[in-house]
């Protein structure tokens, strides 16, 4: 809802600061929404504009559980 996109706006820089600190590294948001886009359309649908390879990367999964911690620690905050 635009209402949840101008509430994440609002504390884009608490997001970045907290962000900062857990990854280490800089962090730039951004926010937006559009009323014809369905959240569980974008499960069907496929992207082709993207590059593949048969390489394979290491996921940093602690470093990726940690943002999301974040993210989930400001969420709850400003819900508050």
Partial sequence: RQTTRQTLAEHEAELVKAIARKAGMAA??????????EANSIYDSVAT????????????????YGLARCFIDVLGKITQ
Wanted: net charge negative.
């Fill in 28 to 37: 730039n948001l951004s926010f937006s929404w559009n009323e014809t886009i």
């Fill in 49 to 64: 504009d993207y590059e593949t390879t048969t390489e394979q990367s290491e996921v940093q999964t602690g470093k990726l």
